[in-house]
């Protein structure tokens, strides 16, 4: 059990899981902004983009020219979704410093999400990262419904070690377990990445955690008490899935950073930068929202006593 770890790694996925989803496009020039303050706050990883088809993800079809224009932090690695050879052609060409590639660990939620059956999923996943090798370029798999498909209920762990310890075998440096829908719960979330972990030992592993029900951050707790310090996290919680009915977005990275700060761990993100990009958010995807952290403040945040007790009580 992870006791203390000294710093955990917040990949932030906003700018790609987020963006891909929002119904206003969100232009390139702010779509660059957003990710140069988010490379302020200091951030592991930034998931910038994803390389996706146009027509596929119009959302983000102007993935190679954010990616060329943002301005590198360095120490922040910025990563982009490839889904296929022709992606990587283009996340290489524009020097992105790590590919995701995806799939689902259901056989109905693949074929919804990505028009492939998982069998014709890993084909093409190991194509890309036998190039991806070649081309000298690190990439992480996520698998998606690890915890549970909408379509199938529950998922075997049986089948995400397979498709874990199979990607690993053929070259990747790391793989995502992603609570896609918002299914997953604390004791499952501990059990799954404990037996990840012993299938792969050595390999860098990232819990990728919904909010949907309410528990995204119970289960970033009991990921990081099994040694888990890579999670993924979206701004404002922004993001979702289009194959979960009710699905909210990725956890929010605020809550996530504040409640681990505030446990004595450290993220590396400045919080209160951190917020005031949150704050911006609904000007930037032009809808309303907001965060019980944002309206709430830091715990420790405080506020003028009542002009009342002063009156009654005199001078503290």
């Known amino acids: 059990m992870n006791t203390g770890a000294p710093r955990i790694e917040i990949n932030e996925v906003g700018p790609r899981d987020g963006l891909q989803i929002e119904k206003a496009f969100v232009p390139t020039e702010e779509k660059i902004a957003f990710v140069d303050a988010l490379s302020d706050c200091g951030y592991a990883r930034i998931e910038v983009t994803s390389f996706t088809s ?11 020219d954010v990616m060329r224009a943002i301005r590198r932090r360095p ?6 979704l490839v889904p296929n050879i022709r992606g990587l052609e283009r996340a ?50 996520s698998l998606s419904t690890v915890f549970g498909c909408p379509f199938d209920g529950d998922v075997p762990v049986s089948e995400v ?25 604390p004791s499952q979330v501990a059990d799954v990445c ?44 922004l993001g979702g899935c289009p194959y979960a009915p009710g699905a909210s977005g990725n956890v929010n990275t605020e809550e996530l950073v504040h409640m681990f700060q505030c446990m004595g761990i450290a993220t590396g993100v400045d919080l209160q930068a951190l917020l005031a990009i949150v ?19 830091h715990r420790l945040a405080t506020h003028a006593p009542p002009a009342w007790l002063a009156e009654r009580f005199g001078p503290a």
């Not at 120490?75 to 982009?80: C, E, L, R």
């Not at 790590?98 to 028009?115: K, P």
């Open 161 to 185: 070690l397979r498709l874990a310890t199979q990607f690993v075998e053929a070259g990747a440096t790391g793989i995502t377990l992603c609570d896609t829908t918002g299914m997953a719960y």
């Open 54 to 64: 146009p027509k596929a993800i119009p959302a983000l079809a102007d993935a190679q």
């Open 92 to 141: 290489v060409e524009v020097g992105t410093d790590e590919l995701n590639l995806v799939m689902s660990s259901s056989e109905t939620h693949n074929r919804a999400n990505l028009r492939m059956t998982r069998d014709q999923s890993q084909a093409e996943l190991t194509s890309i990262l036998q190039a991806a090798r070649a081309a000298g370029v690190p990439c992480n798999v």
């Open 279 to 297: 704050r911006g958010l609904p000007q930037l995807v032009q809808r309303d929202f907001s965060t019980p952290l944002l309206s709430a403040g």
């Open 194 to 237: 404990e037996q990840v972990a012993r299938a792969v030992p050595g390999i860098a592993l990232t819990a990728h955690l919904h909010n949907t029900r309410g528990m995204a951050l119970a289960n970033a707790i009991a990921a990081w008490q099994t040694g888990i310090v890579r999670f993924d996290a979206a701004a404002g919680g």
């Open 75 to 80: 120490g922040v690695i910025y990563t982009a």
